[in-house]
Structure formats: structure tokens, C-alpha cells
């Protein structure tokens, strides 16, 4: 019998829609992700690109659909346990727009926190692992210090070390740049690209087109609700088919 060459897929989304009582944020989305492909999401404000990547990892509910992250899947409707939930959020890091560092712990504590309340380990091997992350994404040398005294740019990469910490099997981007000074984004640009030539599974919806083009092996295009276009990346940016990602990119490109 022949072996299946096909990549595994990673996270699968099967109809997935969400509601806000009478608004209609997305409907019947489908998407998949192969295990070690970077896909990135780009469309206009509004379109429910930042609410599917919540509804992914649980942090918000879907009203109807199946989610599949590392073969563990969720149903929306049906009943569901806290500690299915958890197992499912524990294989997808999220990186958000804001920080959302504990002021009062230093660099180190924000890294290391999540290791011992949710996988247990002790602090020695969690400030272990937090101190080689903190050096993967340049900032060896900030572990004493607390969030204030660290620019945005160092801040957000706090944010990604510390959701590598949990060995998630795909990374989560919610516009991490948008917040930050153009200059000060580019730190953040590199360790993600840095992610994504070691294999990293991500998910990026972002505004940084260049990242979108230059870097995500699939990208995807969402508008009114929908998935509207999916591609190569270069082909979409080139050579759009869809009338609404014509209009999106005229906006955009070129900023």
C-alpha cells in the first residue's frame, strides 16, 4: 500500500461561524493548516479575522462548527469540558496586539509562571527553559528586569517567549506589530521569521503586507465575513481574483 506524501494538517477548521446576537461576524468558515506551514491572514477591519484566530484557541466560543488543533477537536453545541478546552488551548500559543505582562514580575516570572502552574514544572526546570527563550528571541540579558523598563518591541517578544514555553504545536498572531512603532515592529518580524524558517506552525493575521507576501507559505484573504481568496501568497498580491481583495490591496500596498 502506498504511503501518504500529504503533510499533516495541524489545525482544522470545519463551518465554523460566530454571532454577536443579530451581527454576523463570520459563517461557515473552512481552513486548514498543514503541520509547519506559516499562513498568513490579511483583509479589511471587521472582516472576523481576529475573532476566528480567538475562536481557534477557545478564547471565544463558536456558535457552530468543528475545530481541530493537533488532533484534538471541539464541536461547537455539544458539551464540552474546561479541561477539554484546556487541552486543546494548551497546543496553540497566543500572541496578542497588547502585551498583557504581569507589571509586578520580572522578565524571567512572566516566562516562567505559566510553566508551573499549567505543566507543572518546577522552577528551576521552568527558569531553565524561560532563560533559553528569552535568549532565542534576544533578550538573554532582560531576565532580572520587570516589563517597564523594556520597550514595546522587547516587550512583545516577552509575549512570544513566553507562549513558546508551552510547547504549543502552532503559534497564534494576533497583529503583533500593530501597536508598535514601525522600527521597533521590525524586532518583532524577525524573531517570527526566525519561527518560521525552524518550522514553526503559525497563524499570522496581520497588516504587514510585506510579511504576508514574503514570508507565509499560504495566504488568506477575509472580507464580509468569509474566507474570499486563498493562495500563494505572491500570486495573490500580483494577480488578485476576487473583486473585494483587488479593492483591499489598492489600499494597502504601498502605505
Not at 493537533?70 to 486543546?88: D, F, P, R
Not at 494548551?90 to 516570572?109: C, E, I, T, W, Y
Not at 527558569?127 to 528569552?134: E, H, M, N, Q, W
Not at 517567549?161 to 502552532?170: T, W
Amino acid at each position: 500500500m502506498a504511503v501518504s506524501t500529504l503533510p499533516k494538517q495541524m489545525v482544522s477548521l470545519r463551518g465554523v461561524s460566530k454571532s454577536y446576537g443579530d451581527k454576523v461576524v463570520f459563517r461557515s468558515v473552512d481552513l486548514d493548516v498543514a503541520a509547519g506551514e506559516v499562513t498568513a491572514m490579511i483583509g479589511p477591519s471587521g472582516a472576523g479575522k481576529s475573532t476566528l484566530l480567538r475562536c481557534i484557541n477557545m478564547l471565544e466560543h463558536p456558535d457552530a462548527g468543528e475545530i481541530t488543533i493537533g488532533g484534538k477537536t471541539i464541536a461547537a453545541g455539544k458539551s464540552t469540558s474546561l479541561k477539554e478546552i484546556e487541552a486543546l488551548r494548551r497546543k496553540a500559543g497566543m500572541v496578542f496586539q497588547h502585551f498583557n505582562l504581569f507589571p509586578h514580575m520580572s522578565v524571567l516570572q512572566n516566562v516562567s509562571f505559566a510553566q508551573q502552574r499549567v505543566l507543572k514544572r518546577s522552577k528551576a526546570e521552568a527558569d531553565k527553559r524561560s532563560r533559553a527563550l528569552l535568549d532565542r528571541v534576544g533578550l538573554a540579558d532582560f531576565a532580572d528586569s520587570y516589563p517597564a523598563r523594556c520597550s514595546g518591541g522587547q516587550q512583545q517578544r516577552i509575549a512570544i517567549a513566553r507562549a513558546l514555553a508551552m510547547d504549543p504545536e502552532v503559534m497564534l498572531f494576533d497583529e503583533p506589530t500593530s501597536a508598535l512603532d514601525p522600527e521597533v515592529g521590525l524586532e518583532v518580524l524577525a524573531v517570527m521569521k526566525e519561527l518560521a524558517k525552524e518550522g514553526m506552525t503559525m497563524i499570522v493575521v496581520t497588516h504587514e503586507m510585506a510579511f504576508a507576501r514574503d514570508v507565509s507559505d499560504r495566504l488568506v484573504v477575509m472580507a464580509d465575513g468569509a474566507i474570499i481568496e486563498q493562495g500563494d501568497p505572491h500570486k495573490i498580491m500580483s494577480d488578485p481574483e476576487h473583486p473585494r481583495t483587488k479593492l483591499f490591496l489598492r489600499a494597502v500596498v504601498g502605505r
